[in-house]
């Protein structure tokens, strides 16, 4: 039977691709040089023309091939010793275990003998044996080769793992997962594949994922020191330290200190701000303190849902706007995870509680104990919340029906409430401030102002009311000052340039005589009241009782001058508005020169002002006075002076001696007073004029008779000028004839 027939053109791949067909391949017999010699039938199907082996030799022919080639479905028997070489290697060919940080445990995978065992002392049969496990006779050349060993579970898991070893070492994560989850599929109850997924779970930043496999490892190998020592690593990074100390202390031999030290500071961190939010007043610490045990979680780890709890606890003792807005977006985030979180809905509530907005605050309460009626947080805070409402709406009620003690005790008791909220005590502090002004209570007044401005540095209100009690107090240079200071601070808020006029005016007027101070009543007092206030003080500081000395009579003439305005309604309103020290320069731009303001067609007037000063005077009545403003005219005696009389005679001047020294004395006075009338009356022509002026219809007009009224009003102006220079000459020579008097005396 003729074992070396003639083949056809193999469709086998080239020698260069791999192969996973692996053939049994017996030693060959011993030759002189090792390789068998080719028989008769090779030696001429090699010479024959056209051959593939003589094209291939033609073609090549300077450079002959390093190996003969040979057919690769001949019988093993016929390979050329390189090509025998070549498969021996690779059947032999295997990977040893690398030791690393991985687990190796498990049994090791032996790649199955290409041929089969010797038994020592016996002989290897060859081909030319008669035993029963000779080599078969050489294929046919369509043969089927034969099945490759199927390999078990265990040794495909083995290799899987080997290569997700490989891949770990290499820091290609991915990849040494997926061969640990296919070695996992292949043995799932191996607790070495499970703990060595872990720890590529961890070095991919896998830490929830890397949690199970290390769980479902340690229940199948409870004391391993190896997986537990992996598990409390992973228990640290997600922010669970004590159960990381736990899981430590399950490790025999015990774990080192070194170990547990990332596990002990995070729990150190938390337990600090646990006790800053229970004991201190301020956020400030248990917000350092969380960020120090942040520091601790893994990379891309969420921070843990108590945590986040925890720091917007510490926003909301912060109570400044910024942090009430953190805390308000941190319990978003929370609701957005889970809107049925109770927790969540009680710090969103409490926020808004903090920024005044009780009604929905009391809404997110309602709502979380609808969520868990046994709630305690959320029954408290819905509670106080109420009583709080409740109570400041009572003061309100009080203080609306004029019962202002009634509310100042009210708001006292809705401040012992709840101490910590700033916002909501603030306001109740500027409403008892409001009550106390009522009750002329000013320091008062000012103390609780001052508290809320602490509560709440924004609350512009209660910086207004300060600044009011300050002038009702007495202190209008320090109300200027503070008025002017929001001014500066709130440009658009108008209302505040006329607090600042009114603050001034209070001030100019606080420096002059305080007649209701002289007369010891109150701004509001009545006529009878101010009339008894008179009578009981001319009793007591009448000159005639008090020696006749010049400190009674002064004191006695303030007492009747402050009568003589505050008895007057028209002088009273005149006193108490300040219209007698408003300088009529402060009402036009660029002052009263040439009235240049009025020709450059802007004028710089308080409309509020001037409306109310026009009412005061009922219009324009009583222009006569030979032609004066405001009936101004000045009566004059022989001579053109208010004093002929005084030339009547010796003996009359010596009766009227005293009267004319005190007369002396305060003509300095009424000059001034003659002035000041004088610039109120001009004042109240020039309010006139602009009144006129905003009357008409178009600019061009109003401008055009301003210009010829204000003229006039110069002529005015020079004439009662040159009025008051013959007054003091006059003044002059009465004192000259006062003297002459006393000298004939």
Partial sequence: MNFFHKKKKSSAPSISEPTNDIHYSPPPSP?????????????????????????????????????????????????????????????????????????????????????????????????????????????????????????????????????????????????????????????????TYLSNRAAAYISASRFPEALEDAKLADEIEPNNSKILHRLARIYTNLGRPAEALETYARIQPPATMKDKAAALEMQLHIRQAEDSLKNSTSGSMALHALEQAERGLGFGVEKPRKWKLMRGEAYLKMGNVNSLGDAQSIAMNLLRSNSKDPEALVLRGRALYSQGDNENAIQHFRQALSCDPDFKDAIKYLRMVQKLDRMKEEGNQAYKAGRSQEAVDLYSKALEVDPTNKVTNAKILHNRALCSLKLKNSSAAIADCTRAVELDPSYLKARKTKARALGESGDWEEAVRDYKNLAEQNPSDTGLQKDVRAAELELKKSKRKDYYKILQVEKDAGDAEIKKAYRKLAIVHHPDKNGNTEEAAEKFKEIQEAYETLSDSQKRARYDSGEDLIDPSEMFAGGMGGMGGMHGGHVNLDQEMFFNMMNGMGGMGGMGGGGHPGGFAFQTGGGGSPFGNMHEGRDELESNVRKLKDEAKNEKLKHEAIQKKFTADFATLEQHQMRTILERDQLKQQLTKGTAQMAMLDRALNDKTQRIGALEVEYIRIRKAIYDGFSHL
């Fill in 31 to 191: 030759t002189k040089s090792g390789r068998k010699s080719p028989t008769k039938q090779h030696r001429e199907r090699e010479s024959r023309p056209g051959s593939a082996q003589s094209i291939r030799s033609g073609s090549k022919a300077a450079a002959p091939p390093r190996y003969p080639s040979y057919d690769r479905n001949s019988h093993p028997l016929n390979l050329p010793a390189h090509e025998l070489r070549r498969l021996s290697a690779m059947s032999q060919m295997s990977d040893p275990p690398t030791p690393m940080e991985l687990d190796q445990g498990g049994p090791a995978y032996t790649a199955p003998s290409s041929t089969p065992p010797i038994t020592p002392g016996e002989f290897p049969i060859t081909n030319g044996g008669k035993d029963e496990s000779s080599p078969a006779p050489p294929p046919h050349k369509n043969a089927v080769p034969a099945p490759q060993p199927l390999l078990s579970s265990a040794d495909q898991a083995e290799i899987y793992k080997t290569a997700g070893n490989k891949y770990f070492k290499a820091k290609d994560y991915e990849k040494a997962i997926r061969e640990y989850t296919r070695a996992i599929k292949e043995d799932p109850k191996s607790s």
